[in-house]
């Protein structure tokens, strides 16, 4: 199925990467072909100020009217890079809690057939928004990583499949065939320092199920050396000028991943290029 309907939350402080993340969205689903639509959700309550002084009780309205003031920043990069791209575009904003803007979020993802969302490298805020994304939104992720944005290709012509075996991870395929069959260049990579036959006879069957929907891969394994999967990954990306990685999300229980890391975990906390997420 086509990707003709994306969606792109409006959140976080307008810094400059931010803005060219917005924008790098905006042109990729130009890209392809599809309608966007960014929604911004405002706190409904006074955002709580860092000092409140006992002679200055307007301090937190200040505040409040200065959150409200980046967020029409963000509205506004998103209606002018629509502008500019000639893209379908709608706009959107609203007031919620606090505690359910990340769930409302992925409420409004479940209407799209995907969800953009930039990142911010090492921000408790946007992991938890994409973890909010992962297991509520039932639809998968293209996270696209901000301090990078402005050099981001917003065509996918080379792109690496990160190929653990699971059923996430052929979720993540299965949801990435639009852009894969776009590609000119497909890569499975697996991680693994010994290659069994199990893996070899993996790798393969997916490269012959690809071929049936007209993509030509090829298949190879990475050894870690004793590094993260997640690092690991990120490396071979780089070194091959991977437009974007497919990849299924959580294949260890979150929590596990929480305490003691993971693939997951450390590919959003900095992805290396963008990054489409499957659960």
């Not at 805020?125 to 297991?135: C, G, P, V």
């Not at 039932?138 to 699971?166: K, Q």
Request: glycine share 6%; charged share 20%.
């Amino acid at each position: 199925m086509p990707i003709k309907d994306v969606f792109l939350p409006l959140f976080g402080e307008p810094r400059a990467p931010t803005l060219a993340a917005i924008e790098k969205c905006v042109a990729l689903a130009a890209d392809l072909g599809a309608r966007i639509t960014g929604l911004a959700l405002e706190e409904d309550a006074f955002v709580r100020p860092k000092v409140v002084l006992p002679d200055n009780p307007e301090s937190a309205e200040l505040d409040h009217v200065g959150k409200a003031g980046e967020l029409q920043q963000l509205l506004n990069a998103f209606t002018n890079a629509a502008s500019r791209v000639g893209i379908r575009a709608q706009s959107r904003s609203g007031r919620v809690p606090p505690d359910q803007i990340a769930s409302t979020l992925a409420e409004h993802a479940r209407f799209s057939d995907l969800a953009l969302i930039p990142v911010r490298p090492h921000d408790s805020r946007t992991e938890n928004l994409i973890e909010t994304f992962l297991f509520q939104s039932g639809r998968p992720l293209l996270l696209c990583p901000e301090d990078p944005a402005a050099t981001l290709r917003p065509e996918f012509e080379n792109v690496m499949i990160a190929w653990d075996h699971s059923a996430r991870a052929a979720r993540a395929v299965g949801d990435a065939l639009p852009i894969l069959q776009a590609a000119t260049v497909v890569h499975v990579v697996t991680v693994a320092d010994d290659q069994d036959e199990a893996i070899a006879q993996s790798g393969d069957s997916l490269v012959h199920h690809l071929r049936e929907h007209g993509i030509y891969a090829s298949f190879a394994t990475v050894k870690g050396d004793g590094s993260s999967t997640g690092k690991v990954l990120g490396s071979w990306a780089q070194s091959h000028a991977v437009d974007a990685i497919v990849m299924g999300a959580y294949h260890h229980s979150r929590l596990n991943e929480t305490v003691w890391g993971g693939v997951t975990k450390t590919v959003i906390g900095q992805p290396p290029c963008w990054v489409m997420m499957s659960h």
